[in-house]
Structures are given as C-alpha cells and as structure tokens.
C-alpha cells in the first residue's frame, strides 16, 4: 500500500538563513531532544545546511516511493527517510542523488546506508546516512509512505519540521520554535568568541567557567 500526502508548507528563507548561522552542537547546549542518533553522520563534513523535513517511509528492499517522490520535492526541502530498522539495503544512489540534486533538494538524511558516496561527493549533495553499502533496494512496487511522520535515529520527525545539519549531527526542530532556538545558539557562539579572546589574552579556562572555584573550594573542605 502506498500513501502520498500533499507536501508540507516550507519553512521561511529568513528562518533557514538563521538556522544555517547555527553549529548543531551549540544548540545541543540548549537542548537534549531532538537529535537523531550520532551514528547517522555526514557524508561531506564541511556541510551544513538547514531546511524543510519532507519524510518519507520505504520498508526493506523497495525504493519505488523515494522514485515517486523525486517528482514532488523543492528547492529547500530535506529529504528524511525511515528505513524501518533496514540497515542493508541501500535506497539512496547515483542516480537518486542526481535527481534530488537537480530539484533542489538542500540535503538527504537516512536512517541506514547510502551507496555510491563518489557520486555525493561529485554532485556535492549533502548527505548524512549510518554508512555505505553495496545492496542496493529494488523497484518493487510494495508499499511506501511519502509525508507522514517517522522515527528517524530516535527521534519522530513531521513533515514541515525544521531541519538542521551539520559535521556533528542532525537536529529537528518545530518550526513554529525553531527561531528561538536559533538565536539563543547564535548568541551562545558569539560569547564563545569572546572567551576566545580573554584565553589568547592568558586567562584561564577553569578560572572562567568556574571550575577553579569548584574544585579549589571542594579541597579547602576535604
């Protein structure tokens, strides 16, 4: 059986222009949810990208629905595949990488492997998978689910949720929150420079997070 709901609303340029300010691991400062597991990791490293979940669900060794739903993506949309515990089958390829390229498509991220990562690095396409694999999935016209929600690396993803991607992860954010998240991180990396400053100027680390207090204060007790 196959399901094709209509495409989500996209998130605003402004909103992914602010989020690709944002490094993921910042935002893992202010967050513990919503990070897909570490193991789904970047095949391009020097990436990072933000923009609108369009997920999809394919079982097994059927890749038909991700065929389908090369004629439906946008320019701005991240492709977010479940692969329902598939941890063999590849679904995403050369070709699958030239297609959603030619569309548009900001980034792919799959909860298993992908294959021919030559060509991902060729077209320069984004891509973040648990890995390569030389099995590849079939045109077998089962079943598949194009925009519902799904468990992606442990986490559930909607259609129309925000995507950000980078070298350390993965993070999905509702979009209706996303912009705060993202200037709290912002302003987080712009301390950060500042500290970087103070510690060329000879300050210490511990002295300014506080740790020297800590650990000198635990000692005057013992």
């Known amino acids: 059986m196959f399901i094709v709901n209509p495409m989500p609303a996209q998130i ?9 300010q944002c490094e993921v691991a910042t935002i893992g400062h202010v967050l513990h949810s919503g990070f897909v597991d570490r193991e789904i990791r970047a095949v391009l490293p020097t990436k990072r990208v933000a923009g609108t979940a369009v997920t999809i669900r394919i079982p097994h060794a059927d890749s038909t629905a ?3 739903l090369t004629k439906m993506v946008r320019p701005g949309d991240v492709v977010v595949i479940d692969r329902c515990g598939d941890t063999k089958h ?19 991220v799959i ?27 079939k045109i077998l016209g089962t ?5 519902v929600p799904v468990s992606v690396g442990g986490q ?27 200037r709290r991180a912002i302003e987080m990396q712009q301390q950060e420079l500042v500290l970087l400053e103070r510690l060329r100027k000879g300050e ?7 740790a020297t207090a800590m650990v000198e204060g635990k000692l005057a007790k013992a």
Request: net charge negative; hydrophobic share 40%.
């Open 12 to 20: 605003s340029a402004d909103l992914v222009a602010l989020l690709e």
């Open 90 to 108: 590849a679904c995403w390829g050369g070709v699958v990488t030239h297609s959603m390229k030619l569309a548009g498509v900001t980034a792919g």
């Open 66 to 68: 991700l065929h389908y």
């Open 143 to 147: 079943e598949g689910a194009i925009n």
């Open 204 to 210: 210490k680390l511990s002295d300014i997070s506080g």
């Open 111 to 137: 909860d298993g492997p992908a294959t021919d990562f030559s060509e991902i690095v060729k077209t320069d396409m984004p891509m973040w998978c648990r890995g390569p694999s030389p099995i590849t999935t």
């Open 156 to 182: 559930t993803i909607e259609p129309g949720d925000a995507v950000l991607c980078d070298e350390s992860g993965v993070v999905v954010l509702k979009a209706a929150t996303a912009e705060a998240y993202a």
